[in-house]
């Protein structure tokens, strides 16, 4: 590939082989150094959020529409963070460190102009496969989403295919007084092209749902490039009823700007405005088990160009991770989330997915349930 550093060629070409053979889960392959993010996929779960405004408007809604318009807007939002902060950062998507069982990320975004603090606790709940818990709250705006999200991966011969497992529910009280609403948020899949030439980038595919409570559905479908439009990353979603009848479109590009009803009406969103980033203590007042501190010499290492040093503590931190999990088995011992409390199926994901028109499979799901007495420890010294 065009873009694999020279003395990387050999190295890329092998990764591409294995990824014939990968099946599922790819987040513990080995991969060439150019293409290793020095971020864990436990942060992730920020992206959500980096317009915290868009997300504490959503009770500001002043009917059902109004509202499922503002939580579409918000969603639609939050996907160039989700998907191309990777490439406007590091010049191509990269490969996330892949998080330990218990690993922890805290947020948060200040309230600025009286909008709320936006507190955000993320978990890894599960190694293999990876499965990374979170929550997000904005108690003053009343608005909170909690969710969880894994992946299914599987190589084409050309393009990573990404199914993503789990499922998010927002809960929203709105400003007007009127009853607590919840919305079913489904996640799209993906594409990662751009792999032969070493220059990985996402395409979203197919189509995601939300479900409010309320009977209101917002569907929305992607195209890449040559389809709605000559533009890559589009988009077209409607609001319709419990009836199945449409009552708004929507579309444009996630990467930038979108309209309400046809490519000529008003603006919906334009996602180009700059991002607030999450707010995050310092490594020095971090626990064992944050992010940034149990990774602190692996990034470094990435970041430098020191990759002798970025493996030996790789290497350290998954031994630990082994004879943890040898000690439990010895004792006879699990071990245990601190902040969510896994649920076989959801209720919430039960009842909403069956008021979706093209009801779900499996009709449930399992969930992992925020411990809302845990939820101290973000303000400690965020
Ligand atoms: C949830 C998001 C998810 C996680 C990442 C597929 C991927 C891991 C999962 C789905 C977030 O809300 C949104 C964005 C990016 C997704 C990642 C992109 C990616 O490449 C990785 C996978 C595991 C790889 O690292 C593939 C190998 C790599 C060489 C290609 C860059």
Redesign the pocket.
């Known amino acids: 590939g065009a873009d694999v550093p020279q003395e990387q060629k050999a190295g890329w070409a092998s990764f591409i082989k294995s990824l014939a053979q990968m099946t599922g889960d ?2 513990s392959m080995t ?1 060439p150094p150019f ?1 290793l993010s020095p971020t864990s ?1 436990t942060e ?2 920020a ?1 959500w959020c980096e317009h915290p405004n868009l997300f504490a408007e959503i009770s500001e809604g002043k009917t059902e529409q109004d509202r499922m318009e503002r939580v579409l807007r918000w969603f639609i939002d939050t996907l160039s963070a ?2 191309t902060t990777r490439n406007e950062k590091m010049g191509s ?4 460190l892949n998080p330990v069982l218990g690993e922890l990320f805290y947020g948060i975004w200040p309230d600025l102009n009286g909008r709320g603090e936006t507190r955000l606790i993320v978990e890894q709940v599960s190694h293999h496969p990876p499965i990374t818990a979170y929550y997000i709250e904005n108690a003053k705006a009343g608005v909170k989403l909690q969710g969880h ?1 894994g ?1 299914k ?1 599987s190589f084409t011969g050309t393009a ?1 295919n ?1 199914k ?1 497992s789990g499922h998010a529910v927002l809960t929203v009280q709105p400003k007007n007084g009127q009853k607590e609403e919840k919305y079913l948020i489904t996640l799209p899949k ?1 594409r ?1 092209e751009g ?1 032969i030439w070493g220059s ?1 980038y ?1 395409e979203l595919t197919d189509t995601n749902a939300i479900q409010s409570s309320t009977g209101l559905t917002a569907q929305i479908d992607y195209k890449g490039k040559g389809y709605f439009s000559g533009k890559s990353h589009s988009f077209k979603a409607s609001i319709a009823n419990a009836s199945g009848k449409s009552l708004q479109t929507y579309e444009g590009q996630w990467t930038g700007k979108s309209h309400i009803g046809g490519s000529k009406g008003p603006i919906f969103l334009d996602t180009t405005v700059p991002k607030e980033e999450v707010t995050v203590r310092d490594v020095s007042q971090q626990t064992e088990w944050e992010s940034r501190k149990l990774w602190v010499n692996v990034a470094k290492g990435i970041r430098t160009g020191n990759y002798d040093e970025a493996g030996k503590d790789k290497t350290r931190i998954e031994n630990e991770q082994r004879q943890r999990r040898k000690d439990e088995t010895t004792n006879n011992t699990t071990w245990e989330h601190l902040h969510f409390t896994h649920v076989d199926s959801d209720p919430d994901y039960q009842f909403l997915s069956a008021l979706l028109h093209d009801k779900l499979t499996p009709a449930h799901e399992d969930a992992y349930v925020f411990k809302p007495e845990t939820m101290d420890v973000v303000g400690r010294s965020a």
């Not at 998507?93 to 996330?96: A, I, L, M, R, V």
Request: hydrophobic share 45%; net charge positive.
């Open positions: 790819l987040s991969a293409i996929l992730f779960p992206y989700q998907y998507e990269k490969k996330p999200s992946q991966t990573i990404v993503q993906l990662i792999i990985p996402i």
